[in-house]
């Protein structure tokens, strides 16, 4: 995921700025797994998953930004890995954790992995 997070989210869009497409996209995953953690039981996996599913189609214009505002020079590149940085490695060990009480929701599984095949292109 941290790959995907920063690597991707170092390509962004027309008026935008890598920086403001970057928080949009920690804003995304943020809620993404904020409804993860709102899951106790079968009924609440499944509405995570809707939306989860949502948030994913959110993922895929903040990617569609991302490729549209192109490369940062290495120099922005530097500065957006030291803003972002510390945000990411929260978020994957967020993930990370989550994933685990995850696996026992099949629902939520599929609709996370459908979420993040934008960060995987």
């Not at 953690?37 to 998953?49: N, Q, R, V, Y």
């Not at 990617?63 to 500065?79: C, F, I, N, S, V």
């Not at 929260?90 to 989550?98: D, G, P, S, V, Y």
């Amino acid at each position: 995921m941290t790959a995907a997070v920063l690597g991707l989210g170092l390509a962004a869009c027309g008026g935008d700025t890598h920086e403001a497409v970057l928080e949009d996209r920690f804003q995304l995953m943020d809620r993404i797994l904020d409804s993860m953690e709102g899951i106790t039981d079968e009924a609440s996996a499944k509405e995570a998953a809707k939306t989860i599913e949502a948030l994913g189609a959110k993922l895929r214009d903040v990617q569609k930004r991302m490729r549209d505002l192109g490369d940062p020079t290495p120099e922005q590149r530097r500065r957006l890995k030291g803003l972002f940085q510390e945000r990411e490695a929260e978020l994957e060990k967020r993930a990370q954790e989550l994933g685990r009480k995850m696996m026992q929701y099949p629902d939520v599984v599929q609709a996370f992995a459908k979420a993040m095949r934008p960060l995987e292109k």
